[in-house]
């Protein structure tokens, strides 16, 4: 039996569990698993997995979670502890235990996909795989194939969301790996405002493989600012493809910070469909042990005088490996657009390994757009002008390393997250550092050092 047909067994038997659904969402999972079907999994002689293999996901033996059973205090361990409109989802299904919608503003709509399909289908169904079709990869298909639970967010015009919205994915450590597939979409209306936290976790030990799809929709003059922290086992295996579609005047930022997993593949795909739209991608990837992170973006600037700006970073210690592919497109006619990007990485270790690839296409001819990449080791001269100072080596290079998060982590808002990152990028460190100082003083350590020498 192929590792394709495994899949598809599973999509079967669950098919025949559902019973009668709807047309439009029969044909979409028939559309998937045709589309699977016919593409299987992807190897490496595939331009857009040439580093990343995705045999673990493949060969991997899973079942669908049959509840969400979590505890309370298990879960409030886990849990990001700031006030927060919150949906809960264990491997993969909706917790209404663990979910709170109290402060949930006028003018806002968030509910489980589940419920949204059931109270109005149609509505769904006009945006559900408008941005991700099933022809985007082999993990879009399958989500389309498999698609059960999720979350929708609707924003009406004029709507300004004060507290955060946290989608929380619980991962378990089952005895036999369990996959979800989850759905969200997020229909942001003309000058609506949100920050939308997406938080995947688990328990030690968890080995699930979490198949995400995202597709954010923003009409004229909407923000959103959109988190992304991935902490999740270090053997959790973990897809994840958020697509945007941007109006007039909106403002899209993306903080996409990944600290756990075994096997990591994000994607972004922005579409920059009118003047004015600006995209943020800011992007932190720390990885150790064994640990593979592949992180894809690109942005489409389909029109004129749009914005878009990069900044990722890579942290890499012993044996791990980091992917990074930034592309930026400038369509035919979009001129004066700006477009800028940036990847620099870290290695901690001989031994660890980074495969960086900035790209620009660009068919207009009044344009700014810059790209780069570079790859570098903790300077041992600032680490020795630190340790005169009489700071010990593992809280010098932990300081180093934290200065070199520093650009990207000074913009992160949500001291709850940036705490959390610090935590694992730098360890326990004696207060929390001012980011932006320490990239100045770490920069300036060399003058001082040699003035002693």
Known sequence: MSDEQKFLDILETRNAQRGAEPTWIAARRQAGAARFEAIGFPNRRIE????????????????????????????????LPIEAIRLTFVDGLFSRALSDLSKLP????????????????????????????????????????????????????????????????LSRANDQPVMSHPRVLVEAGARSQVTLIEHQVGEEGAANFTNLVSELMLERGAMVTHYKLQEASLSDLHVS??????GRDSRFTSFNLNLGGALVRNDIVGELNAQG????????????????????????????LTFSNENYK?????RAHGVFNGKVVVKRDSQKIEAHQSNANLLLSDRAEIDTKPELEIYADDVKCSHGATTGQLDAEAIYAL????????????????????????????????ER????????????????GLVETAAALDEPANKEG
Request: glycine share 8%.
């Open 421 to 436: 990152v610090e935590l694992a990028v730098a360890g326990k460190l004696p207060v929390r550092f001012d980011l932006a």
């Open 314 to 318: 890579g942290i890499l210690n012993d």
């Open 241 to 246: 493809s958020l697509h945007l579609d941007q």
């Open 106 to 169: 006028q003018g806002a709509s968030l509910a489980p996909l589940s419920q949204a399909l059931a109270d109005n289908h149609e509505a769904v169904g006009s945006a559900l795989g408008r941005l991700c079709s099933v022809d985007f990869s082999a993990f879009s298909a399958l989500n389309m194939a498999f698609f059960e639970e999720g979350a929708v967010l609707r924003l009406a015009p004029g709507t300004v969301v004060e507290t955060p919205i946290i989608l929380q994915f």
């Open 48 to 79: 857009a997995f040439k580093y990343t293999d995705v045999r673990a996901i493949a060969r991997g033996e899973f079942s669908l979670a049959g509840d969400a059973e979590f505890s309370r205090s298990s879960a409030a361990a886990l849990t």
């Open 277 to 304: 739209a600006e995209s943020n991608f800011f992007g932190l990837f720390f990885a150790q042990g064994r640990q593979h992170v592949d992180n894809h973006t690109l942005a489409n600037h389909n029109a004129p």
């Open 387 to 418: 340790r005169t100072r009489g700071i010990d080596e593992q809280t010098a290079r932990g300081l180093l390393t934290l200065a070199f998060a520093g650009e990207v982590m000074e913009k992160v808002r949500v001291d709850a997250i940036a």
